[in-house]
């Protein structure tokens, strides 16, 4: 499984957007948080355009060579199984690499010579089935825990790797590192990424490279990315797995051990494709904007939801995805998440027709009542900014809370904007909506939760990215907890800059969903 991840992103959904530390080095971020002065031309992108298009649909190959030994989390990987993707139909593979536990620890800082040939044999055979291949670093610990120290180590792996691989053709792509985090912050991974290009440049100047987010590798980690300035030779590349509480139940390692978010469902419904769209406009605007392809290279859910949920889920992100001229990776072929039993060596027909043959169908329907109403129209409606470690200040005007955020601490919640005594029903579901904007471009998060300790979230997290323009953002979940009316809605707005955020209204309704089977 993806255990050590999926652990850490839950703990970010949890912390998002707390990494501030940035401003802790100075000598790292210097000159990294400007604009790119140049953009790469039309003509500069043409050949990643085309092989971003020409990736198309593909899957992981995890839980094999990034668990720490190939053997280790029980899904070795077999030559036939890139046989099985290829006749599907699926046109590239990502292959998720460790290199940690097989690199020395000490200057020249060596790649086991043994493992480095385990990795061509499976690049070649997935050429041998006419499979574009990306390899990538994944579950590098050590470079997470300490960016500074393990530096040069990352550096002379990645200098290893593109030299032992230069000779191969374009259907091999490097991937720099998997979901950048912990100490490693936005502004530091920029400068990472930057001097790993340049390593991999020396051996591999045209070679298609892609360069995930830091923040987990999502998309809130867009804003603040630098891709290198005229390398026309990059694709960007995100992962997706909202709304967590669906695509991760059961999933003891991503928080789930109590088996408090079994039977949420995915509906199809508008509002729930909708929270999709809202999630990716920042994608959308990053890939114009930067003139950029874009590639997701993990989505999926977790075996332990039921298969139609999953099935509607991934048909229509595999197909929206597609609309938007996205490539994509299902997270992953033969384990926890994956298309194929390993052990019946059979095909797991519904997702396998979700990711490969199904269309869209029509929307689920929906009934909404309201069960609490913001509009600011009269007064804060008991709406209150809580300065814990932040400061900032709440004024209400124009029928809209504007908060001043003039010191937002290192934390997500060391500022935020909450409103009490909400009530929720055990086994209801429900809609959030609201409309924000921000002075600036910048990534928050909402949700409803407990009002004392352990404050947990009754609705998992919402992030969504925000600037000048207004914006209207949902988010639906299901309230597995006992009745309570109490909880409170709460906007993280801790560990940012200065900046001006504006909730224009807020509603939550009580949903019955009609799904289509």
Same mark, same amino acid.
């Given at each position: ?6 652990l ?13 530390s ?13 604009e790119?002065?140049?953009?790469p ?7 990643a355009? @085309? ?20 053997? @280790?989390?029980g ?31 000490t ?12 990795i061509?044999?499976?690049v070649d ?7 574009y ?9 050590a ?16 200098k ?8 191969y ?18 502004n ?85 494709? @909708?929270?999709?769209?809202q999630?990716?406009?920042l ?71 979700a ?12 009934k ?24 900032g ?39 959030m ?27 998992g997290?919402?992030?969504f990215?925000t ?40 509603t939550?309704? @009580?949903?019955?969903?009609i799904?289509?089977?």
């Amino acid at each position: 499984m993806r255990r050590i991840f999926c652990l850490l992103l839950l703990i970010y959904s949890v912390f998002l957007f707390a990494m501030c530390s940035d401003k802790n080095n100075p000598d790292v971020t210097k000159g990294i948080d400007q604009e790119p002065d140049s953009i790469p031309s039309t003509e500069q992108v043409k050949k990643a355009f @085309e092989i971003n298009e020409k990736l198309g649909r593909g899957i992981n190959m995890g839980n094999a060579f990034e668990a720490p030994s190939e053997n @280790e989390w029980g899904n070795p990987w077999k030559p036939e199984y890139f046989g099985i993707m290829a006749e599907l139909g699926f046109s590239h593979v990502r292959v998720p690499v460790r290199w940690e536990t097989r690199t020395s620890n000490t200057l020249p800082y060596t790649i086991d010579e043994t493992f480095l040939k385990r990795i061509k044999t499976v690049v070649d055979e997935a050429l041998k089935n006419k499979l574009y291949v990306i390899i990538n670093m994944h579950h590098h610990d050590a470079l997470i825990a300490d960016p500074v120290g393990q530096k040069a180590r990352f550096l002379a792996q990645w200098k290893q790797i593109s030299d032992y691989f230069k000779d191969y053709s374009n259907l091999l792509l490097f991937e720099i590192l998997n979901e950048p985090n912990g100490e490693i912050t936005t502004n530091i991974w920029n400068q990472l990424l930057s001097e790993a290009l340049e390593v991999i440049r020396e051996e591999n100047p045209s070679r298609i490279v892609l360069v995930g987010t830091a923040e987990y590798g999502g998309i809130s980690g867009l804003n603040q990315l630098k891709v290198p300035e005229e390398d026309g030779n990059i694709i960007v590349t995100v992962h997706y797995y909202n709304p967590f509480q669906f695509t991760h139940q059961g999933a003891d390692w991503a928080g789930d051990g109590d088996g408090k978010w079994l039977g949420t469902k995915w509906n199809d419904t508008d509002i729930e494709r @909708e929270a999709i769209h809202q999630d990716f406009q920042l994608v959308k605007d990053f890939s114009q904007k930067y003139n950029v392809p874009i590639h997701v290279g993990e989505f999926g859910a977790y075996n332990k939801a039921d298969i139609k949920s999953r099935e509607r889920w991934t048909t229509y992100l595999a197909r929206w995805l597609e609309d938007q001229g996205f490539s994509w990776a299902y997270w992953e072929f033969s384990a926890g998440f994956g298309i194929y039993d390993p052990n019946k060596k059979e095909l797991i027909d519904p997702l396998v027709n979700a990711l490969l043959h199904n269309s869209i169908p029509e929307p689920g329907a929906i009934k909404r009542t309201p069960a609490y109403t913001s509009d600011f129209s009269t007064g804060n409606n008991g709406w209150k900014l809580q300065q814990g470690g932040g400061t900032g200040s709440l004024e209400r005007k124009n029928g809209e809370l504007s908060i001043d955020i003039k010191d937002g601490g290192n934390n997500s919640w060391n500022l935020q904007l909450i409103k009490e005594g909400i009530t929720l029903k055990k086994g209801k579901e429900y809609e959030m909506v609201f409309t924000i904007s921000s002075s600036d471009d910048r990534s928050f998060s909402s949700y409803i939760g407990m009002n004392s300790e352990p404050w947990s979230a009754y609705s998992g997290y919402k992030s969504f990215s925000t600037g000048e323009n207004k914006q209207k953002v949902s988010h639906v979940f299901k309230m597995n907890e006992n009745d309570v009316n109490s909880a409170r809605i709460v906007f993280d707005l801790g560990g940012k800059e200065p900046c001006k955020f504006i909730l224009s209204n807020f509603t939550l309704n @009580e949903i019955e969903v009609i799904p289509n089977e």
